[in-house]
Structure formats: C-alpha cells, structure tokens
C-alpha cells in the first residue's frame, strides 16, 4: 500500500492552462505539505497544513491554490501555467507540526509547461 | 539567510566508506535530517539528530556538532544501490525544514 500518493505522475501542458494535482496519504497523519524541486534540486515549501488548517503559506503566487477537503488529502491547483512552473512536485506528510517529525514523501509530479 | 551547504557530488568505490559533510547557518534549530533520494524517486528518511554526536543506524551513521553547525552521514560498506542524492535538512525556529540540494554519491565497482 502507497503511503503518500500523488497523481498524475508525469504532467505536460501549455502555458496558460489550469491544472490540479492530487494527494492522498493513508498513514493517518495530522500534516500534509507541498513542496516544489526545481533543475537544482533544492526542495522547497510551498504550503502545509494541519488538520485541514493552513499553517504555512510561503511566498508563492497566488496562481497556487492548495485545498485540503479533509486531513488525508491536500490538492494543488494551478491557474495560468507559465515556463518557470516546470519543476517535480512533491507531496509529504507527518503525523504531526511542530515536532520532530519525519515526513513522508509521495513519488512526485513532474510539470512541464511549454 | 538561512544557508544549507553539502557538496554537489561525491564519488566512492564498492565496499568502500564515504561521509557526506552538511554545513548550516539557520535562524535556530529543532534537529538535523538526512534523506535519501534516487534519480527520479521521493525522498525517503535515514536519520535525524537533534543532540551532538553520533547516531548510528546499521551501515548509516549521522553526525551532529551544534556548535559548529555541521553534520555528515557516514555510509560504510558501500553497496552499488546505496547511488542516489543524499540531502541535508535543518528544522528551524519555526519548525519549517531546509533543504540542502543534495549530494549526488556515485558508486563505482
């Protein structure tokens, strides 16, 4: 069983268009997050929440809309794709924030906007 | 700024050992973590720390100096799947993690 999933797996689309990408985690955990990996591998923050609650928010443009319907899912919705959004996409969970907490990562979403 | 450094590529041979060196200047700290990362794969956890000194976990071992803002991950007994990125993570003050851009380990037979 995938711990962490995020669909699709591979996503091609042109600049302008709106796409969402899933995540669901099955580990019963309290914290989803959102990062982005871009062409120098550095991770970065995109958002987290807890309990469906928005806890971290970093500056991103507001063309990224993640929705939390309940606490095992967290989707990331994208208006008006441009070139610099290709980048992998990664989801992750812990069982909880602000703790030591591992954090599990689903297999990514690798965006490409042409 | 907060800064995470490890060297962008290490190379080792089979059966060899390899350390992996993470430094960090970050605005406080909750811990240290390492994950690793195959080309094209999620990352998946090896080891946290949070006290000084030596975490060792199988052929893995992690280090921790607070004082020096410095780590490493040890890899003993090099195996040909043990190639992949290594990153280093620091949890700061507001319990966000860092990200390192990893450390590509080639193994070589």
């Known amino acids: 069983d995938t711990a962490v999933s995020q669909t699709p797996k591979y996503l091609v689309t042109q600049m302008g268009n709106d796409k969402s990408i899933k995540c669901e985690q099955n580990?019963?955990?309290?914290?989803m997050y959102w990062y982005k990996q871009d062409s120098k591998k550095f991770l970065k923050i995109m958002f987290s929440y807890n309990n469906k609650e928005l806890i971290i928010n970093e500056t991103v443009p507001n063309r990224f809309s993640p929705k939390s319907p309940d606490k095992a899912h967290l989707n990331l919705h994208i208006n008006s794709l441009e070139l610099g959004d290709s980048a992998v996409y990664f989801c992750a969970s812990s069982q909880g924030f602000g703790g030591p907490d591992i954090q599990y990562f689903g297999a990514g979403t690798r965006l490409s906007v042409l | 700024g907060q800064n995470i450094d490890q060297p962008t590529e290490m190379t080792a041979t089979e059966g060899a050992i390899v350390q992996i060196n993470c430094t960090y200047q970050?605005?406080?700290?909750?811990?240290l973590f390492w994950y690793q990362q195959h080309a094209g794969e999620a990352p998946t956890f090896l080891s946290y720390?949070?006290l000084d000194g030596l975490e060792e976990k199988g052929r893995f071992s992690s280090f921790l100096s607070r004082s020096k803002g410095y780590s490493y991950l040890l890899l003993k007994e090099l195996q040909m799947k043990d190639s992949a990125s290594y990153l280093c993570a620091v949890m700061d003050s507001n319990y966000q993690l860092i990200w390192g851009a990893g450390t590509k380990l080639i193994i070589k037979p």
């Open positions: 720390n949070v």
């Open positions: 580990l019963g955990h309290d914290t």
């Open positions: 970050t605005s406080g700290f909750n811990g």
